[in-house]
Structure formats: C-alpha cells, structure tokens
C-alpha cells in the first residue's frame, strides 16, 4: 500500500529527529457533492538551523489551498504584503503592484508584488535575490513572501507578520525536502527581521 504525504513527512521527521505535529480533520464543506466530506491537513516540523527555528508547514484545504513551505516569524507588527517569484514571460500582462529592486541582473528575473519601495529594499537584497534564484532552479514553482500570519496550525508562528518561502504543493521527497530546508533556511537567515 501506498504511504500517504503525512506518513511521508513523519518517517522524515523521526529520521531525523525533529520535532513534528500533523492533523486531519474531515470537515462538511460550503459546496457539498452528495454529502462528501473534505479533508483538511496539515504537518508541521521544526528545523533549527543557525540557531535559530524555522517551521516547515504542509497544508491542504480539501479544495483550493494546496501549499508548503519554510517559514518564521518576521515582525511584531503589520507590514505591507511582499510577494517575490522567478520572473516568466506573462508577468508583464499583470496590473499588480510591480516594483524593482534597482540592480538590473535581479530585476530581470525577479517579479515582485509590494506595495512598498522600502519593503522591497528591506528585504530583497542582492545576495537575497541571487540566493532565491538558485533555489527556485531546484524547486519549482517558488515564491518568497512577507505576510500577515495565516498560519494558525503553527503556534509557534506567534507575531503578526511571517517570512518565508512557499510552493504550491506538498514536498514529500526527501532529497527535495532536505534541500529546500538547508537552502530556504539559510535564505531566511538572511533576511533581517523587525
């Protein structure tokens, strides 16, 4: 029998010794087909890295939000929404909030969604950008963002804005897995918090 993406996660975990929490929860969802119920998971690990702890989540609602990703806390207070992604031929049809870094070699890869200049200044520096260029090579589709916390099955995530690097999907691979913890934990080292 096949090993379900949480089963997956778990083995990595205890391999490896960390510290790791998952949960479904079968729930009735707005749009029912004939009474099915949705499934809502997720699996959490803790990875410290440079003595410092970041939260590798997994999250499926069941329906639309499927994503995983490296995160940790980035400041105790609200800050603007940075959405930062390896640039592709169809960003320039976008009529969102686009802003450029200033070096040239980073603005023609990277697409960057902020409202704020300083915010982008803040935190997508050139070793930043370079760094996140290299990892999104390895792991695909990628983006670096500064959020509000949605977080609410990682506890740990207690300030009210996040940092951290996501796809749109569940990495269960465990050479991808340990990668995408050593590189992104790294990158997120990086960024200085408020």
């Known amino acids: 029998m096949e090993k379900s993406s949480i089963e997956i996660l ?5 391999k490896n010794d ?10 009735k969802g707005l749009i029912q087909h004939r009474g099915s119920l949705i499934n809502i998971k997720y699996f959490v690990l803790e990875y410290i890295n440079h003595s410092s702890s970041y ?4 999250f499926d609602s069941g329906h639309s939000s499927v994503y ?13 929404e940075l959405k930062v992604s390896p640039k592709f031929w169809f960003d320039s049809l976008s009529f969102k909030s686009k802003r ?4 040239s070699e980073l603005d023609k890869k990277l697409s960057i969604n902020c409202e704020s200049d300083k915010m982008v200044k803040d ?6 950008g370079m ?4 990892l999104s090579r390895r792991i695909a589709p990628i983006e670096l963002i500064v959020d509000d916390n949605y977080l609410e099955f990682i506890p740990n995530l207690d300030w009210i804005s996040i940092v951290g ?4 999907r569940w990495i269960t691979e465990k050479t991808e897995l340990r990668q995408f913890l050593e590189e992104g934990s790294k990158l997120l080292n990086l960024i200085r918090k408020n």
């Open 10 to 14: 778990t083995e990595f975990a205890k």
């Open 18 to 27: 960390l510290k790791y929490w998952s949960n479904i929860h079968a729930t």
């Open 55 to 58: 939260y590798f989540g997994a």
């Open 68 to 80: 995983s990703g490296l995160f940790e806390n980035y400041s105790k207070k609200k800050v603007h």
């Open 100 to 103: 450029k870094t200033g070096i």
């Open 123 to 128: 935190v997508v520096s050139p070793k930043i």
């Open 131 to 134: 760094e996140f260029l290299k």
């Open 165 to 168: 690097i996501r796809t749109n």
